[in-house]
């Protein structure tokens, strides 16, 4: 696909964004259900039908990564990402807040920590195609400073979680997770 999202017809890009943005819904939905969450599976990233979001995307949609990453790259920020991370708890970025003055990231709940994942993996999937493999989301972690902002903890969990991922395959790890979150609840309903 050109790298020009104007090069395609408006129309053409709207259908593909929307493609887009139900195969990676229904990917993470999969996901999710494999870990045990299932109303988070079923709401992930609605906010991407939101014409701040949506619109945005096919305007910039081209098919290999984020239209946000285009919109970033030509104006600095991005208005879509801005409106999908302050709505969406699964990611890293909703994580932060002013404390005593300065902002810091805190540490993830678990059910928005596997929510992440979910999303991490599925986003590969949906953009590298048939190159995807299971080191597809280690390597993408690795290639981003994105560990270097959040929560010291969220970081060192997602890389694990990655590294399980890219070593054991998705089944096994989301296996591990679903147990995890099991462990998770019954500890809050003690509380």
């Known amino acids: 696909m050109s790298r020009d999202p104007a090069k395609n017809p408006l129309w053409k890009r709207f259908f593909q964004h ?65 409106h999908h991370k302050g709505r969406n708890r699964h990611h890293w970025e909703y994580w932060y807040d002013m404390i005593k003055g300065e902002w810091v990231p805190l540490e993830m709940p678990l059910p928005f920590f596997i929510e992440m994942v979910c ?40 890389e694990a979680v990655l590294k399980d991922i890219a070593e054991n395959g998705e089944d096994a790890a989301f296996a591990r997770l679903k147990q995890e979150l099991r462990q998770y609840r019954r500890a809050a309903e003690k509380k």
Not at 127 to 142: I, V
């Open 18 to 82: 929307l493609h887009t943005v139900d195969t990676h819904r229904y990917e993470v939905m999969k996901n999710c259900f494999k870990c045990g969450l299932y109303s988070q599976g079923l709401s992930h990233d609605l906010s991407k039908y939101s014409p701040p979001e949506f619109l945005v995307s096919v305007k910039y949609f081209q098919g290999d990564r984020s239209p946000y990453m285009y919109e970033k790259e030509k104006y600095g920020f991005s208005y879509g990402w801005l």
């Open 119 to 158: 999303d991490r993996v599925a986003a590969c999937r949906i953009y590298q195609k048939e190159n995807y493999t299971q080191r597809s989301a280690l390597e993408y972690y690795y290639s981003r400073n994105d560990r270097f902002y959040m929560h010291e903890k969220t970081a060192a969990k997602l």
